[in-house]
């Protein structure tokens, strides 16, 4: 296996310093990609000490290693999952033939795009958590946004690594385009819509990492499948690190759940206006919440139907999740699948050729995957002996994107009137009044042990650190 070489500026296990052309144009991209941390990263951050976990190596057994690092120190490198002997493309038009090193010419604009489209979401979400250091709940929280955020810049660096080595002069374009857009800007935003909503409070950025990066989990498998075996190899190793942003955000949503259970449990009560003024947020809210980044979230995943998705299948470039564990002739030719449109007032459903429905395949697989988590939380609702319920809205609920994109759905799947819509959206998405209360919360804990009051402490620390453990030293 080959270890990670940290002797060099840039950390790799791809043998870099051989190749000396690529190393001198990622050694360019260096000082631009620290002057957007510099700019975008996290606020006011620049000089503390934070407990992070750096990759040492690519071996699942221990690949990571904690320690205090300055967060522009951080040392973003290139690691690829080691080669599998002799690979085979396993699904598409493709299917058995040797897996591509290189990039085949008549992909090579397909593959180019799906690599930028990853890559632009990696630094967008670090921009859109920038000024949640000020407002950070704990100190544990604290290191975990930073976490996050340095995971992200690496995940550029891992994108921007294909971009460099296979995609010439284009690719060394692409990779500057990476760090000009910005989240939420007006004339030079990020590629998806998701990744320029804003994430202003800890209660959204639960959220986000909850979803918005288990989207991103669906996605890297679906790469992590590919035929082009560069991407593959690098997309599993992100895989690892992706693991811990979706915890973070599974087991801060529980923890405000289970403050918030706490509260009502002492002032024998659900009413949300009297839980408000003892500081937590009330479970309706927090179901607000759930809708409003599902609904964003799932939208990211395309158009039901698309001519796009079935040629990234058909062509190698993109596998279903968890492909090779399928039992299917891995062609999908003549095979068809349900997706829904609306039609005379109703959600109907509707066959189409599976290969074109790829984008809605991907779609429902993580929405059974985000549901196992919501069950999670109500079991601590259920544990406080509350009889509340959260529940993922309905698919059709609030989307923007393919058949469904402006139909009105309410959450449990009835087609409205916009009428009916308008009379009751302030109960299924965060109000102005809602995010206003949220925000009026954000107030900042930096002391080690303590947490904010509407947040219950996590049941262990990081790397089994104490409770009282100082993450972040501000000097
Ligand atoms: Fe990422
Ligand atoms: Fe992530």
């Not at 120190?73 to 040797?98: Q, S, T, V």
């Not at 489209?117 to 704990?138: I, K």
């Not at 979803?211 to 996605?219: A, I, L, S």
Request: aromatic share 12%.
């Amino acid at each position: 296996m080959s270890s990670i070489d940290y002797s060099e500026k840039i950390p790799n296990n791809v043998n870099l310093s051989e190749d000396r052309t690529l190393r001198r144009a990622l050694e360019q991209w260096q000082p631009n990609y620290l002057s957007w941390w510099n700019d975008m990263g996290p606020e006011d951050s620049q000089g503390f000490d934070v407990y992070l976990r750096t990759a040492v190596s690519v071996d699942p057994q221990g690949w990571a290693q904690f320690g205090y690092v300055k967060m522009p120190d951080y040392r973003w490198g290139i690691f690829l999952n080691p080669a599998e002997k002799e690979r085979k493309i396993h699904f598409g038009d493709h299917k058995g033939e040797d897996a591509w090193q290189e990039v085949p010419g008549e992909y090579r604009a397909n593959l180019r795009r799906i690599i930028v489209t990853q890559g632009d979401t990696e630094p967008a979400s670090v921009e859109q958590q920038r000024h949640l250091g000020l407002t950070c709940p704990s100190l544990y929280d604290l290191r975990n946004l930073f976490q996050v955020n340095v995971e992200e810049g690496r995940h550029l660096w891992a994108m921007v690594y294909l971009l460099h080595k296979y995609f010439g002069r284009d690719g060394r374009e692409e990779g500057e385009a990476l760090l000009q857009r910005r989240s939420g800007q007006q004339d030079n935003p990020r590629i998806l819509q998701a990744f320029n909503e804003p994430t202003p409070d800890w209660l959204s950025f639960f959220m986000f990492t909850y979803f918005t990066d288990r989207d991103g989990k669906f996605q890297l498998c679906a790469l992590a499948e590919s035929g082009f075996d560069p991407l593959a190899r690098t997309t599993r190793f992100m895989l690892t690190e992706e693991a811990h942003h979706m915890f973070v955000g599974e087991s801060g949503v529980s923890r405000v759940i289970q403050r918030t259970c706490q509260v009502m449990n002492a002032l024998k009560t659900d009413d949300p206006a009297a839980l408000r003024s003892a500081g937590a947020i009330d479970l309706p809210t927090i179901q607000r919440y759930l809708n409003f980044h599902f609904s964003v979230t799932i939208d990211l995943f395309g158009a039901d139907e698309s001519s796009n998705a079935a040629t990234f299948y058909a062509t190698g470039l993109k596998g279903r999740f968890e492909e090779g564990k399928r039992t299917d002739d891995h062609r999908l030719k003549g095979s068809t699948y349900k997706v829904l449109q609306a039609q005379g007032g109703e959600l109907v459903e509707k066959e189409v050729p599976m290969l074109n429905a790829l984008n809605e395949v991907l779609r429902d697989d993580f929405i059974r995957d985000s549901v196992a988590g919501v069950d999670r939380w109500n079991k601590v609702i259920e544990k406080a002996g509350i009889g509340y319920r959260l529940k993922v809205p309905h698919k059709g609920f609030h989307r923007n994107i393919g058949s469904l994109a402006g139909v009105k759905v309410s959450p449990e799947g009835r087609v409205l009137t916009q009428e009916q819509w308008n009379a009751q959206v302030d109960q299924w998405l965060p109000s102005t009044g809602d995010r206003a209360f949220v925000a009026s919360l954000m107030g900042r804990v930096a002391e080690p042990g303590k947490f904010a009051n509407w947040i219950a402490p996590p049941v262990v620390g990081i790397n089994r650190q104490p409770a009282d453990f100082a993450y972040v030293r501000f000097n």
